[in-house]
């Protein structure tokens, strides 16, 4: 049983929770008002809709983000300043809509919401700069999992690199790891991939760039216009979270990651 010490809103509270790793959060989280009862909202109302596949949970809520601006560098901490557990729904980048998304889906309450971000965002449940999940692969290889990785099932087409990942201006070798990465390149994404996608697939937009996995991320939704990645957008256009239509925006781009929710 582990022990979670937030304060939200300036109240200090315990939260007892079971079945999550060992959580060190020593710092304090401030819960804003609007934060807090837009949780809540989501929690009641996935309560009520009792929807038990990921699909349709992941695409819900990710919904209910629409809207919402972008905002860059939410997180706080670095490599020479401390990390501080950080939940804001009143701006979203790519990453953190995607930490909100998987974090609201596997939740039932309040105290286990932010177990779960905690949990999502960093490895082991360690709130640190080196334990938090700075790759989009990272959600399929660092304990806990988020997902699967299952670009090279999804594509006969996949290519598999060998990169060199480096977490930014760590400075030092224990933040770089070696990781086979496959992605689907833009010219092989086609409608026979589309039919093996799943609503709420989450999507790492590939980058042959040294020392990243990805550039973007978003979540793979069949609506009934079609598909579209729904994506915290940093285009000056819009600058919110948008729904963009998904081969349209893939056929810009290198080529797809593509994870699963477990």
Not at 172 to 188: D, G, K, L, M, W
Not at 231 to 259: C, E, M, R
Request: aromatic residues 8%; glycine residues 6%; contains cysteine.
């Amino acid at each position: 049983m582990n022990k979670l010490l937030p304060i939200l809103s300036g109240l200090a509270i315990g939260l007892m929770l079971s079945g999550f790793p060992q959580v060190s959060l020593a710092a304090t989280l401030k819960l804003d008002d609007y934060t807090r009862d837009r949780i809540n909202q989501i929690e009641s109302r996935l309560i009520q809709e009792r929807h038990d596949d990921p699909g349709q949970r992941i695409d819900e809520i990710s919904a209910s983000f629409l809207g919402t601006p972008y905002v860059p560098h939410m997180l706080v901490g670095s490599a020479t300043s401390a990390e501080k557990l950080v939940i804001d729904f009143r701006g979203l980048d790519c990453f953190t809509y995607l930490d909100y998304v998987e974090a609201l889906r596997k939740s039932d309450s309040l105290p286990r919401f932010i177990a779960n971000v905690i949990n999502t965002r960093y490895e082991h449940g360690d709130v640190s700069y080196l334990s938090r999940r700075h790759f989009f692969t990272d959600w399929a290889h660092a304990t806990p999992l988020n997902a699967r990785d299952i670009t090279r099932e999804t594509s006969p087409d996949a290519t598999t690199v060998t990169k060199l990942l480096k977490t930014p201006a760590a400075g030092n070798s224990s933040a770089e790891v070696t990781r086979a990465i496959s992605y689907i390149p833009s010219r092989f994404v086609d409608d026979t991939v589309i039919a093996r996608l799943h609503t709420g697939d989450y999507i790492g937009i590939y980058t042959p760039t040294e020392g990243l996995d990805v550039t973007h991320t978003g979540i793979f939704i069949m609506t009934d216009k079609g598909p579209v990645l729904r994506n915290a957008s940093a285009q000056s256009s819009h600058y919110q979270v948008i729904d963009s239509p998904f081969l349209a925006y893939v056929k810009k781009t290198p080529g797809i990651v593509v994870l699963r929710a477990l």
